[in-house]
Nanobody, 118 residues
Framework: QVQLVESGGGLVQAGGSLRLSCAAS????????MGWYRQAPEKQRELVAT???????NYADSVKGRFTIARDNVKKMVYLQMNSLKPEDTAVYYC????????????WGQGTQVTVSS
């Protein structure tokens, strides 16, 4: 099992920045993909960004150019630097780990609230 704990959420004005952190513990494979998802009220959870152990990142179109994902494989942490925040970025942000043995396994953090005021 993998345990994930997010931090860094909060209230910020439009145009501001936040940095989210996620600490992983437990049986985290070095090859695991780590990422961030978000869920706004009355909307489905959506992908924000993912990053492989080698540093290859993918982003949702809505955040490209504004958000940056990074990871520290020694500390077992993943980060999301969010710049130029918009009100539509308001959501609960969830850290995610996906790893494979004979099938894929998904692990989720408890979520951290990000609220962007206009």
């Amino acid at each position: 099992q993998v345990q994930l704990v997010e931090s860094g959420g909060g209230l910020v004005q439009a145009g501001g920045s936040l940095r989210l952190s996620c600490a992983a513990s437990g049986s985290l494979f070095s090859s695991a993909v780590m990422g961030w998802y978000r869920q706004a009220p009355e909307k489905q959870r959506e992908l924000v960004a993912t990053i492989t152990s080698g540093g290859s990142a993918n982003y949702a179109d809505s955040v490209k150019g504004r958000f940056t994902i990074a990871r520290d494989n020694v500390k077992k942490m993943v980060y999301l630097q969010m710049n130029s925040l918009k009100p539509e970025d308001t959501a609960v942000y969830y850290c995610n780990v996906r790893q494979y043995s004979f099938r894929s396994y998904d692990y989720w953090g408890q979520g951290t609230q990000v609220t962007v005021s206009s």
